[in-house]
């Protein structure tokens, strides 16, 4: 709230409405898709007004159409005005996210595939917007890069090979700590799965190239498919049996979920 | 960095990359754009590196070509590596705001009209978001609830009236602060003339309807439209005559401008 | 309270009093003047003793006499004395700008010229030190750099004059930012009226020449004087027609106001 | 520097000075005093421009006349014009308060009495006014309610007499940490020598009482006055033979010492 | 707890606990040794599930015997799962610093000396860990390096000699600060005697050096021995008459307290 | 260092030692053992005097004899006397978990064994902890409850047993997440590997029972033994021929590494 607030509240409110005023008011939907972000939205409410009376009308993953009513608040008329829009920018930014991911989700069901976002995320809300990911029926995967090893091209390239680059990371790690190792042909795919690794990433390949990939695999190791997969293509890409889809634009470039505030 | 850092650093780098290796690399557009947000890129690596050299090859606000570089990096390889996806993060996400911005800015080029943000910004990411707006030719509306008056429908809802609205305004603000009042008709519109603001926001009206408005407000009060105003629809609403046009989605759903990071 | 607290907390009131002990305590007024920072106040005690019990005998902004209780507060006899000396500096201080602030606005009633502070406040306390401006009857100026136009003197100077200075600032800001320019000579506000500016301050002018200024103003700007206007010259000041008097002294230089704790 | 940057920065001074313009100019006493906090404004200046470069025209602790020059600073004009009212609001306030302090150690010259501020400080403030209080010649009593022992009246009240209070105090605290007492009376300060404390607050009593209890002690604690006394009393008080002169207005009601910021 | 939640909180427990699931546990001694830091537990829970019961069964000082519960617990079995280590870590760490102070504290009983701990402190925990040596039966020497002099050998040796150090000392610092000086050997005690002084750390110096010591102070100063004093060797130590003994080893080595959760 | 200043600073070493006066100063082991947390010591001395020379004689991990210096420090007098204590406390603390590691790590040597540390660190210091017990030779295992899952006795207790607690983390957590589980008995360990694991934790089996695991186990998970492993009972331990013994006490009950710092 402080970004909002600033040094001196919200003048507009605490000008025009009295202290001890009160209103019903509710979030409504203005277009279809999925919910995620309520509790923020609650949490921003009962910072300006404790007493404040929520009613929560459907719960976070909840589908939702325009004009459905999402969760009613009843409390100080200034609390209510002044949350207003820092809620909704939560709810709006989390249920973009949910939304989006619910759709390639629902693109890929009856295949293996789970679908995992990325570490492509809006600078400072990496954890909430993972935890959109969750709401829309997708998983994470790294929330940073201490939690998992992850070996790009990049790493490649200055190692000097996929081999090196693994058993470097094999000497150094503790073993509650998975390895993937990014490659981009199914040779690289090869020496990747002799040296021994968890996961590969199968990185920018058609569907029938990771048919043969998934097929090399054999089960050896988790095979994740990325590479600017969309709705539309997401189900060929999962029919070629690989585990797991990432995609980076669930957090960084799902458009905003449509709500707003309507007094009652 | 500490988002993504967490507690234990970047493991796969600090793996593989011995301590001394330096390298050189580039980010590169991989879309055309408006790019914004360079210096974000800059301070991440130097957190990383201080020593960090960094050549900057366009400044924000510069359109770019796909597969145009925009700064080389050279440095502590492991530094590089480490710092890339918090700094593409920036980039992306801001360039992808400049990018929006400058479409509808040319969009309305040859008339008065100024493109503005509004308050529907990322969680915490307001002030740098309303930068990438000015990178963009836009301009900022209010940074927060404390820096101006806006006297929204509920306001005037729980107010009684629109005169009422303006009027306890006028008797608490200092002196300088501007009053707008958001009007959804000819009639309110005419209410608030009467009163006296210093702006007034049209709410979800047609071109047409703009036009009569400014003709009503004839230079009395900057005339600013909003609702739902496109790259398509913009120029028409301009035509009307209205000084601002505020847009909320240059903010909450400007896609990423693609941007990777190549070894050079 | 930490600053107060330190690292090991009040050690001669807990080595003396029990830690079950209670007791009933008043906050009075020493000297007469007008009250602020009640809020603070309470807050410091419910800080230690979240259930302490404090009634409120006036508001802020009352007036008191000297001998006058403030507020009563019954609870942990720990707690009561341990934030004594934090809640009473809080009290003191917003009092003493409070009355202050009272004892000019007093001065100029019946003009129509309002009472402001300025940003010459106590590092850190800005926000609290204006609203207790505004208890004592007196508006805010600007709370900082970023929200309200002020062009000074120095600015004029590096510009290479008023209107230029004037014109850059109309091409940059957005369309909810006042602008006001200092001028310190009749010739100077001729220039920046030719301009236009939403406000100016008329700084170090006397009484004639401040009336002389407000006639050429003519309503077309706010006009605002300033430069060491004190209790006893407001009013003389106030006379020539001005909206605005500001007064920095009433936040850098109002003396505490006595206010002790006494056990009942 | 936040409090005044807020969310967008010096908007006067962005809009108008270009990003590469420098100046010089000079702090500037505009009233006689003693200075405090230059390296408050040297700090505040090199935060916005590290390269600026700032000549002490003094040190802190200097007498200054009226028109004297404190400090030069040259560098970027945008960063000077927007230090500028942070780094006078830490001059001016510390300054007043040297001032202040001198003019009362100056009073009790020739005698042995040493002049200490109090806790009642500016809330957030209280570790660089007390540095203010040693730049003009003063000394400090306790930082905070851990880094000493002061039984007051109220605790004396609650703990149902002085001997018990000091032998609860004895019973628990450090070997490093003093214990002082405040008495009212004769009677309460020779109970307070018979139980044995390193130090005794003679409070409210007239320099006849004082001398009095001067004699009473005999070299066995330290004697400190205390009791709104005044640059005009301090010298009878110190007179009578006390050790210690406490003042609270030295940090509470001190005013400002008037300095600009003139472009040279 | 942040530090063991981090991004994801305790993916275990979410992932096998319902939400609504709540267990009793109690925390149970499998060694024998005294109790501290039980609100710290408590704090922990009660971040986790505010409405979590907790049923204190002994108090921080008491003594525990193997197998004795400490606390109960009933609440939210996320809850209690999620923050069972975190509160372990503070129980275990400030009962250990209690059992270990307790040992030496039963070690001297008898004579006159009081226990202390000093500044050897585990980074960030310092007043925590003085905390349970006073639980332990202890005392607290200084909290930090402002709130009591405490002159080293090292600053004698820049000083030029005992005499002109301590002189500086009492120039420069308020009437509420101690003043102790370190000295190896019975020349070094003379001359610091000679100054004047409140407290004399007695450094390194076997039983009969002490004993000497403590003669030649004659109730002047506080004698404080100090170096390498065991639970053994403590009461040879004690016995030579000094008034504190000051141990660095209680707060930077003693073992943890063994406690763990048990499912009740 | 905040915690070691408080508010008023080093009163001993400012008001003895000249400003402009330098030393020369070297930190010392007194006992042998394993050196770790340098760059603590290197920042600590650097926040006091940015422009002090530092010359590190040995690397963390490096050996040390009684009477060896470590590092050698040139620089303001001030600074180095005000930064001993706190840079002493940072490296005797890691140094002592750096010794306490090497010390099993070398018990084990010629085995496969890993060792690795716990969640049993000192609140706030865990990052650093972990550091220490690399430095000596081992493994860290999870950082905190959010990267890797960690089945314990009390989750399977409330799952209902450890298939349903095992399948219920598989459907919830993402493919980059390490799954291990405890197990008490040889019964239990046929349970978790028929389900699929990634880890087993053998807690408090003796030598031939871990052996027996050791072999059902065949390669197809990680096997860890836990369970009060000190070093003298290590090797047995190892020689059952388990990959990972893990140990708490290496973090919470290491003593600290005695150095101290002697002016050269």
Tied chains: 1, 2, 3, 4, 5, 6.
Excluded at 36 to 58: N, S
Excluded at 150 to 171: S, Y
Excluded at 209 to 215: D, S
Aim: proline share 4%; net charge negative.
């Amino acid at each position: 709230m402080t970004e909002d607030l600033g040094r001196a509240g919200d003048i507009t409110t605490d000008s025009i409405i009295p202290e001890e005023a009160t209103i019903s008011a509710a979030f409504v939907a203005r277009v279809p898709g999925r919910i995620a972000g309520l509790d923020f939205a609650v949490e921003t409410f009962r910072q300006l007004d404790p007493e404040v009376e929520i009613d929560l009308l459907c719960q976070d993953g909840a589908p939702v159409d325009p004009g459905q009513s999402i969760l009613k608040v009843k409390g100080r008329a200034r609390a209510v005005l002044t949350a207003e829009r820092v809620a909704l920018n939560f709810v709006g930014h989390l249920s973009g996210i949910a939304t989006a991911t619910r759709a390639i989700v629902d693109a890929v069901a009856g295949t293996k595939a789970r679908i995992t976002c990325t570490r492509k995320t809006t600078p400072g809300l990496r954890a909430i917007e993972k935890y959109a990911v969750r709401v829309g029926g997708g998983f994470n995967h790294r929330f940073g890069l201490d939690d998992g090893i992850l070996i790009k091209d990049n790493h490649v390239a200055v190692a000097g090979g996929i081999t090196p680059a693994i058993e470097r990371v094999k000497a150094a790690v503790g073993h509650m700590v998975k390895i993937e190792v990014e490659v981009d042909t199914v040779e690289q795919l090869r020496e990747a799965l002799a040296v021994g690794v968890d996961a590969v990433l199968l990185d920018n390949m058609d569907p029938p190239t990771l048919k043969q990939a998934v097929a090399m695999i054999d089960g050896r190791a988790i095979a994740e498919a990325s590479g600017r997969i969309t709705v539309e293509s997401a189900r060929a890409v999962a029919q070629s049996g690989v585990d797991i889809i990432s995609a980076g634009w669930l957090t960084h470039s799902a458009p905003t979920l449509d709500v707003g505030l309507d007094i009652v």
